[in-house]
Structures are given as structure tokens and as C-alpha cells.
């Protein structure tokens, strides 16, 4: 029986072949991706002026664009999106300083949903979408008249 392993153990050791080793060498470089900028860092005015009538407002009337402008360095696709308080009384509103009245955010003639954690994609950085801002009435509680602000972050990102 001995015989029988010793021989096993010679057969195995003539088939094994002497292993070979090859480095390998791994090697990059990290870099940081460079942000986006958005209207070169400057705030983004909308001023509705001083005529706007409370029993007008009919969420159409009084829109003004939002003038903006993207630079994003990198390469990848752009993502748009704005945070801000959610008006109280509409989905999806932006709130005012006036209770009672809240903005809506239009994208290309489409409402963006304010407080959705939606993305807006941007195809082109040189032809971004168009923003609009057009105030909104709560129906059941206008404001009282008198001055307004709201506040929002515009949030450009890339993936």
C-alpha cells in the first residue's frame, strides 16, 4: 500500500510544472471634479414689479423668465434642480413671503414639481431649458396686498 502512495505522490510531483509569477502594475491619477456654475455665481433676479393685481393672478398671467446661465466644465450630464419651502396651499409651489401666494416654477411650458426631489436633465448647457416664474393665489385665502420676495436654490450638478 505504501508502494501505491509513494508512486501517487512521484506521478503528482512529474505533472506539477514550477509556477511562473508576473507582477502587475496598477497605476491613475484622482482628480477633482470641477463644479458647475450657475449665472457666475451671481444671485438670479426675477422682479414681477409693482402692478400686479391679487384678483389677476390666475397662475398664467405675470410670468417672468428666470435668466440663467450653466457652465459645466466636465463632461457628463447636467442636472437641474431647485429647492426651496413649499407653499402651503398647492402642490408643488414655491412659498412667498405673503401667505396666500406661492410661485410656480415652468420648464419649457412645464410645471416643475418644487419639493419633488425631481431633476431637470440638460442636454446642452449652451441652450438650457427655459425657467419661468408665474405667482399663484390660494383660492381660498388670497393675500393681502404689498410687497413679496421668495427664495430658491438653483442646484446644477453632473453624473
Do not use: H, W
Not at 54 to 72: A, E, F, H, T
Not at 79 to 103: C, D, H, N, R, V
Amino acid at each position: 500500500m505504501t508502494s501505491k502512495i509513494v508512486f501517487m505522490a512521484m506521478l503528482l510531483g512529474a505533472l506539477a510544472q514550477p509556477a511562473q509569477a508576473v507582477q502587475v502594475n496598477f497605476q491613475g491619477a484622482l482628480v477633482e471634479a470641477l463644479p458647475c456654475t450657475i449665472n457666475n455665481d451671481q444671485p438670479i433676479e426675477v422682479d414681477f414689479g409693482d402692478n400686479l393685481v391679487i384678483r389677476n393672478l390666475d397662475g398664467v398671467r405675470y410670468s417672468k423668465p428666470i435668466p440663467y446661465q450653466i457652465d459645466c466644465p466636465s463632461a457628463g450630464n447636467i442636472m437641474l434642480s431647485f429647492k426651496g419651502e413649499i407653499a402651503s396651499f398647492g402642490p408643488f409651489l414655491l412659498q412667498t413671503s405673503l401667505p396666500g401666494l406661492g410661485l410656480r416654477i415652468m420648464v419649457d411650458g412645464s410645471l416643475y414639481p418644487i419639493g419633488s426631489n425631481g431633476y431637470l436633465a440638460v442636454n446642452d448647457a449652451q441652450s438650457p431649458p427655459q425657467l419661468m416664474a408665474v405667482p399663484v393665489v390660494n383660492p381660498t385665502q388670497p393675500p393681502s396686498p404689498g410687497a413679496f420676495t421668495a427664495r430658491a436654490t438653483l442646484l446644477a450638478e453632473y453624473q
